[in-house]
């Protein structure tokens, strides 16, 4: 297996512009889990899928942002509008179970002007 | 709601020198997992911790379980420039519960000078 795979690694994006993160999980992974990094905030989880089901969206930070998993080989995190304090480093990952060990894809670094 | 700290922040030692991290949850924890996230990498796991007071080794690497199951320590004997990264200690939020998910604490960076 190639792992988790994210794309695009990079994305460069105006103010107001919609943003789409892909993430496809390792196959048979039952959970896949969309994190952010930035240097304040460290790594925060926004959100979890079990089975492509959303089991807790708690940490995603406003109705600006919305995840899918429409099957269990891809889920997108999108960001619309987007600003300028969405830029960060987002993760997927993915795990067998929920307290096993989190494969981390490549991430995608957002920087949102 | 539950964190999880970690200090030091940031360390910087010689190349040789031994290195440890703490981590410390305001809740008890079920288990406790270990990442490392080399300099513009993701993370990546290391090792977790289940039993009470468990010790866990990884060639230079000590890994502690607290008996209270609320804190955690990773030991590096005699650094080396490989071991360049931030070292993450995660846990699951709650215990047992159904929205286990796994919080990360905030980190250390080490930085080895050759």
């Known amino acids: 297996d190639a792992g988790v795979i994210q794309s695009p690694r990079h994305e460069v994006t105006e103010m107001g512009q919609e943003v789409t993160l892909r993430c496809k999980p390792i196959?048979?992974?039952?959970?896949l889990f969309w994190y952010r990094q930035t240097m304040m905030r460290g790594l925060e989880l926004l959100i979890y899928?079990?089975?492509?089901?959303?089991?807790?969206d708690s940490g995603m930070p406003e109705d600006r942002f919305s995840a899918k998993m429409p099957n269990a080989s891809f889920s997108t995190l999108k960001i619309q509008p987007s600003e300028p304090r969405d830029s960060a480093v987002y993760f997927c990952?993915?795990?067998?179970?929920?307290?096993?060990?989190?494969?981390f894809g490549q991430g995608t670094r957002l920087t949102v002007v | 709601g539950q964190q999880v700290m970690q200090i030091p922040q940031y360390q910087h030692v010689q190349e040789g020198e031994d290195f440890t991290t703490y981590c410390n949850s305001s809740?008890?924890?079920?288990?406790i997992q270990w990442y490392k996230q080399r300099p513009g990498g993701h993370p990546v796991f290391l090792i977790q911790?289940?039993?009470?007071?468990e010790v866990k080794k990884q060639k230079r690497l000590t890994f502690q379980f607290g008996e209270a199951k609320k804190n955690s320590s990773l030991h590096i004997t005699a650094t080396q420039t490989t071991d360049v990264g931030t070292y993450f200690c995660?846990?699951?939020?709650?215990?047992?519960?159904?929205?286990?998910?796994?919080?990360f604490g905030t980190g250390t960076l080490l930085a080895v000078q050759p």
């Open positions: 995660a846990g699951p939020r709650g215990y047992g519960g159904a929205t286990n998910k796994l919080i």
């Open positions: 196959s048979g992974h039952d959970y």
């Open positions: 911790l289940v039993k009470s007071g």
């Open positions: 899928f079990n089975n492509n089901v959303p089991i807790d």
């Open positions: 990952a993915s795990s067998l179970t929920l307290n096993t060990e989190a494969f």
């Open positions: 809740t008890t924890l079920s288990n």
